[in-house]
C-alpha cells in the first residue's frame, strides 16, 4: 500500500513550478522502499536512479494539466510519480551496455555502473511494477479512472510504444535514413510518455473528449520538440556546460544529422507553436502549462 503522508496544504498545488517538482521528489522518496530495507542492493539502486538530479518534466506536466482540487492533489501527485518511476525504468535499461553502454546518467554513474547488470535490470522491473501498483492503489479516484489510467501507461510503454522505439533505435538503425522515420521514432521513444502523462492529467481532471484530444496534440508537439531540442544541444553544445550527461553515440542518426542544425532549429520552433496553437485549444488555464514549456526550453538551450 502507498505509505501515509501529511496533506498537501490548500495553497501549495497551485504553487511555482519549483514547488511541483519539489513535491514531487518527496513524494518519490516515501513512494520506495527505504534503502535499508531488504534486499539493500536492490532497493538502493532503484533510489539511485530514481532520486536523483532531473528535470521531472513529465510528472510536472500530468499534474499542471490535472490541476487538482484539494480532494485530488494527492492523486495526481501520485499519478505523476508512478510515471516518473516508469520513465526511470526506461533510463537504466537505455543505459546497459546491451543498448546505449552509458556511464553516467542524471549526473551519477549509471545504476548498472553502481549496482551491477542484474541488479540494475531489476531495479527497472521493480520500478515498473511499483508504478502500476501506485494507480491501483489510488485512493479517491473511482475504480474506472484508474483502470482507464492503467491502460494509458500500458498502451504508452509497450510493444507499440516506447518498447517499440528502443527497438528500432537498438536494430533498426538501418532504416533511419530520411526525417520521417526518425521523427516516427523521436515520437515512440519520447512522444508516447509526453502524450501519456498529459493524457493521464487530463482525465484525472475529468476534461471531455475535444479537449483530451486538444492535450494529446499539446503534448505530442512539445515532445517533439523536446526530443528534438536535446538534439540540437548533443550536436551544438558542450554537452556538460547544457547540464547534460555525455554519454552521445554519434552515429545515432538525427533530425540534426540528416536536416543539419537549420532545419532542425525550424522543426523543433514549429513543433512549439503547434504545441502551444494546440493548448489554447483546450480550453483550460495554460499559464503554467506555458510557463513549464518555456522553462524547458530556457533551460535547453538550442544554439
Ligand atoms: C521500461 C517501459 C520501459 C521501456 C524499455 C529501454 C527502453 C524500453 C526505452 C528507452 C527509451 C528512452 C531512453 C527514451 C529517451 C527519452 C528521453 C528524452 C530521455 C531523457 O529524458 P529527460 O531529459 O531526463 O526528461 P530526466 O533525467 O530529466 O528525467
Given at each position: 500500500?502507498?505509505?501515509?503522508?501529511?496533506?498537501?496544504?490548500?495553497?501549495?498545488?497551485?504553487?511555482?513550478?519549483?514547488?511541483?517538482?519539489?513535491?514531487?521528489?518527496?513524494?518519490?522518496?516515501?513512494?520506495?522502499?527505504?534503502?535499508?530495507?531488504?534486499?539493500?542492493?536492490?532497493?538502493?539502486?532503484?533510489?539511485?536512479?530514481?532520486?536523483?538530479?532531473?528535470?521531472?518534466?513529465?510528472?510536472?506536466?500530468?499534474?499542471?494539466?490535472?490541476?487538482?482540487?484539494?480532494?485530488?492533489?494527492?492523486?495526481?501527485?501520485?499519478?505523476?510519480?508512478?510515471?516518473?518511476?516508469?520513465?526511470?525504468?526506461?533510463?537504466?535499461?537505455?543505459?546497459?551496455?546491451c543498448?546505449?553502454?552509458?556511464?553516467?546518467?542524471?549526473?551519477?554513474?549509471?545504476?548498472?555502473?553502481?549496482?551491477?547488470?542484474?541488479?540494475?535490470?531489476?531495479?527497472?522491473?521493480?520500478?515498473?511494477?511499483?508504478?502500476?501498483?501506485?494507480?491501483?492503489?489510488?485512493?479517491?479516484?473511482?475504480?474506472?479512472?484508474?483502470?482507464?489510467?492503467?491502460?494509458?501507461?500500458?498502451?504508452?510503454?509497450?510493444?507499440?510504444?516506447?518498447?517499440?522505439?528502443?527497438?528500432?533505435?537498438?536494430?533498426?538503425?538501418?532504416?533511419?535514413?530520411?526525417?520521417?522515420?526518425v521523427?516516427?521514432?523521436?515520437?515512440?521513444?519520447?512522444?508516447?510518455?509526453?502524450?501519456?502523462?498529459?493524457?493521464?492529467?487530463?482525465?484525472?481532471?475529468g476534461?471531455?473528449?475535444?479537449?483530451?484530444?486538444?492535450?494529446?496534440?499539446?503534448?505530442?508537439?512539445?515532445?517533439?520538440?523536446?526530443?528534438t531540442a536535446?538534439?540540437?544541444?548533443?550536436?551544438?553544445?558542450?554537452?556538460a556546460?547544457?547540464?547534460?550527461?555525455?554519454?552521445?553515440?554519434g552515429?545515432?542518426?538525427?533530425?540534426?544529422?540528416?536536416?543539419?542544425?537549420?532545419?532542425?532549429?525550424?522543426?523543433?520552433?514549429?513543433?512549439?507553436n503547434?504545441?502551444?496553437?494546440?493548448?489554447?485549444?483546450?480550453?483550460?488555464?495554460?499559464?503554467?502549462?506555458?510557463?513549464?514549456?518555456?522553462?524547458?526550453?530556457?533551460?535547453?538551450?538550442?544554439?
Open positions: 500500500a502507498s505509505p501515509a503522508r501529511p496533506p498537501v496544504a490548500a495553497n501549495e498545488g497551485g504553487g511555482s513550478l519549483g514547488h511541483v517538482r519539489r513535491l514531487v521528489d518527496e513524494r518519490l522518496e516515501l513512494l520506495v522502499p527505504p534503502g535499508d530495507a531488504q534486499p539493500r542492493n536492490l532497493h538502493l539502486a532503484m533510489r539511485h536512479a530514481l532520486i536523483a538530479p532531473s528535470k521531472r518534466v513529465r510528472p510536472v506536466m500530468c499534474f499542471l494539466i490535472a490541476d487538482p482540487g484539494e480532494s485530488l492533489r494527492e492523486a495526481a501527485l501520485d499519478v505523476g510519480c508512478a510515471i516518473e518511476m516508469v520513465h526511470t525504468a526506461s533510463l537504466i535499461l537505455d543505459d546497459l551496455p543498448m546505449d553502454d552509458a556511464a553516467m546518467r542524471r549526473q551519477r554513474p549509471t545504476t548498472h555502473v553502481q549496482f551491477g547488470e542484474a541488479t540494475a535490470i531489476l531495479a527497472a522491473i521493480a520500478l515498473m511494477n511499483r508504478a502500476f501498483g501506485i494507480i491501483a492503489e489510488l485512493e479517491q479516484v473511482p475504480a474506472p479512472v484508474r483502470t482507464r489510467l492503467a491502460a494509458i501507461l500500458s498502451d504508452a510503454i509497450g510493444s507499440n510504444g516506447l518498447v517499440a522505439g528502443q527497438e528500432i533505435d537498438i536494430n533498426g538503425r538501418d532504416g533511419l535514413t530520411d526525417a520521417k522515420p521523427e516516427q521514432l523521436n515520437w515512440l521513444k519520447t512522444g508516447v510518455l509526453f502524450v501519456a502523462s498529459a493524457e493521464m492529467g487530463a482525465v484525472l481532471r476534461l471531455d473528449a475535444q479537449q483530451v484530444g486538444a492535450i494529446r496534440s499539446f503534448a505530442r508537439h512539445f515532445g517533439l520538440a523536446f526530443q536535446d538534439d540540437l544541444i548533443d550536436q551544438t553544445a558542450k554537452p556546460e547544457a547540464g547534460k550527461d555525455v554519454n552521445q553515440d552515429s545515432k542518426p538525427t533530425l540534426v544529422s540528416l536536416l543539419g542544425i537549420e532545419q532542425a532549429r525550424l522543426s523543433c520552433a514549429e513543433h512549439l503547434l504545441a502551444r496553437r494546440a493548448l489554447a485549444e483546450a480550453r483550460i488555464d495554460a499559464t503554467r502549462l506555458d510557463e513549464l514549456v518555456a522553462r524547458v526550453f530556457q533551460t535547453r538551450s538550442t544554439g
